[in-house]
């Protein structure tokens, strides 16, 4: 069986959930390599459809809010994509927008890669510990961030999102 190429000992990924296409095509990747890794989605507490629907069992609307995070998410998983995230996800971890700035920041400072809040959702994920895993993977898709809200960040304080 072949492995995941320059991370052979990886035991989490997570991905940014917005209709579920590249998490579950990357879990589908990750169950063929490494079937004891777990792929989780990475969500926004503004828009968590698919933290919703694993509670409930299957899609359902949620009450969302705008936020800079503005990449991922919806008012509800996708029908047609409920079956498939619910057999190759192991789960979702559900980031505050606080945290995801925190993230943003961290990548551009600490990595020198710039970010949007969907992109960084993953790292904020991972940051916040909240799953039980060694080796995490995060993946960083996104890079498109007004630099009004990008600068704001990097002053440490919070984008607001105007409606």
């Known amino acids: ?17 917005g209709g579920g296409g590249l998490s579950c095509g990357i879990a589908a990747a990750v169950r063929a390599t490494k079937p004891s890794a777990r792929v989780y989605a990475a969500e926004v507490e503004t828009f968590a459809p698919f933290t919703a629907a694993l509670a409930r069992g299957e899609p359902t609307p949620i009450a969302s809010s705008q936020s800079f995070v503005d990449g991922i998410g919806g008012r509800n998983v996708f029908p047609e994509m409920w079956p498939l995230a619910r057999e190759l996800l192991a789960g979702s971890v559900v980031a505050s927008v606080a945290e995801v700035a925190a993230a943003v920041r961290f990548l551009a400072e600490r990595n020198r890669v710039v970010a949007e809040g969907a992109g960084a959702a993953p790292v904020a994920a991972a940051m916040n510990r909240t ?7 995060c993946v960083v898709s996104g890079g498109n961030i007004d630099s009004e809200v990008l600068a704001t960040i990097l002053r440490g304080e919070i984008p607001v999102k105007e409606h």
């Not at 069986?1 to 959930?17: E, G, K, Q, R, T």
């Not at 799953?131 to 993977?137: E, F, P």
């Open 131 to 137: 799953i039980d895993a060694k080796t995490i993977v």
């Open 1 to 17: 069986m072949a492995s995941i190429p320059n991370a052979p000992d990886v035991d989490a990924i997570l991905v940014p959930y």
